[in-house]
């Protein structure tokens, strides 16, 4: 999260103007016949664009919470921010600082021995001039390094000990830091750390050797259930259920009948009819015999 502060990759990405710089300071030492020896002017160059930067670094370190002629207030600062300014004014910050210079005063000098190669296309009219104007691009190029270069090394800071890092105190941030230009109140946008969810705490997933385990453990339950099924004996039938089962009519036995070469087949069942209740009587009675007088 501390890592995400628009300002840090600011200044980290102002690197990339390097080359800009230093093609401007060559145009600037290229212009006319040097007035005084190489080697001074070398000297000079050097005192006038390193040495304040590494002074700078060392003793009051330029505030990075700001961009070009604009700097935030000191109250304006996040906890993250502030914490960043302690680490910034740690010893780190001086170290490194002596250590970038000594690349960039090489620099200065590839610049002074190749700048015959541009006097023909260099438009700054005079030396003097020249010399001014590379003091200067020479200068800026050595604050884009060295803040860039104290940038790097704060967010290459392990998480626990940035967190361990006190909050620098809002009342010195001024007059204990270099602040380039007027304070506003806000200048980029703010990253605020996002709220993490509640999860609940998830069970561990069994490794293969755990579930090996738990099933060699569960071997001997198994093996007991087992014997304990084979030595009990079955439970006896309960007695109400065996009369309700004995209740129950034998089904009708089919008369069969023996063909003539003896297979027996079965007679079709005689089905009686009854007529329905109440219908007895009133079917037709049988007709009685008409008796005849013989001497009719």
């Given at each position: 999260?501390?890592?995400?502060?628009?300002?840090?990759?600011?200044?980290?990405?102002?690197?990339?103007?390097?080359?800009?710089?230093?093609?401007?300071?060559?145009?600037?030492?290229?212009?006319?016949?040097?007035?005084?020896?190489?080697?001074?002017?070398?000297?000079?160059?050097?005192?006038?664009?390193?040495?304040?930067?590494?002074?700078?670094?060392?003793?009051?370190?330029?505030?990075?919470?700001?961009?070009?002629?604009l700097?935030?207030?000191?109250?304006?600062?996040?906890?993250?921010?502030?914490?960043w300014?302690?680490?910034?004014?740690?010893?780190?910050?001086?170290?490194?600082?002596?250590?970038?210079?000594?690349?960039?005063?090489?620099?200065?000098?590839?610049?002074?021995?190749?700048?015959?190669?541009?006097?023909?296309?260099?438009?700054?009219?005079?030396?003097?001039?020249?010399?001014?104007?590379?003091?200067?691009?020479?200068?800026?190029?050595?604050?884009?390094?060295?803040?860039?270069?104290?940038?790097?090394?704060?967010?290459?800071?392990?998480?626990?000990?940035?967190?361990?890092?006190?909050?620098?105190?809002?009342?010195?941030?001024?007059?204990?830091?270099?602040?380039?230009?007027?304070?506003?109140?806000?200048?980029?946008?703010?990253?605020?750390?996002?709220?993490?969810?509640?999860?609940?705490?998830?069970?561990?997933?069994?490794?293969?050797?755990?579930?090996?385990?738990?099933?060699?453990?569960?071997?001997?339950?198994?093996?007991?259930?087992?014997?304990?099924?084979?030595?009990?004996?079955?439970?006896l039938?309960?007695p109400?259920?065996?009369?309700?089962?004995?209740?129950?009519?034998?089904?009708?036995?089919?008369?069969?009948a023996?063909?003539?070469?003896?297979?027996?087949?079965?007679?079709?069942?005689?089905?009686?009819?009854?007529?329905?209740?109440?219908?007895?009587?009133?079917?037709?009675?049988?007709e009685?015999?008409?008796?005849?007088?013989?001497?009719?």
């Open positions: 999260m501390f890592r995400r502060d628009p300002y840090l990759w600011l200044h980290l990405t102002s690197l990339a103007t390097l080359p800009l710089w230093l093609w401007v300071a060559w145009l600037g030492v290229a212009a006319g016949q040097p007035i005084l020896p190489v080697t001074v002017e070398i000297f000079l160059l050097v005192t006038v664009a390193v040495v304040p930067w590494v002074w700078l670094q060392w003793t009051r370190p330029v505030n990075p919470f700001g961009v070009w002629l700097v935030l207030l000191p109250n304006q600062l996040t906890p993250v921010q502030r914490q300014l302690t680490r910034l004014k740690g010893k780190t910050t001086g170290i490194l600082a002596v250590i970038i210079a000594l690349p960039m005063v090489w620099l200065v000098g590839q610049i002074y021995g190749f700048a015959p190669l541009a006097q023909a296309v260099t438009p700054v009219p005079n030396h003097v001039l020249g010399f001014g104007l590379g003091a200067i691009a020479l200068f800026c190029a050595n604050g884009m390094v060295q803040v860039s270069g104290s940038m790097g090394a704060l967010l290459l800071t392990g998480e626990a000990k940035f967190t361990a890092t006190a909050d620098y105190p809002v009342a010195q941030i001024r007059q204990d830091f270099l602040n380039i230009g007027l304070p506003v109140q806000r200048l980029l946008p703010t990253i605020t750390p996002e709220a993490v969810p509640d999860i609940p705490p998830s069970k561990p997933s069994q490794t293969a050797e755990e579930t090996v385990d738990d099933e060699i453990a569960a071997i001997p339950n198994s093996i007991e259930s087992a014997a304990v099924a084979l030595i009990e004996p079955d439970p039938p309960d109400e259920a065996v009369e309700a089962v004995e209740a129950i009519p034998a089904p009708l036995e089919i008369e069969s023996t063909d003539e070469q003896g297979t027996e087949t079965p007679e079709p069942a005689t089905v009686e009819v009854l007529p329905p209740e109440g219908e007895e009587n009133a079917a037709d009675p049988e009685e015999p008409v008796k005849t007088n013989p001497d009719h």
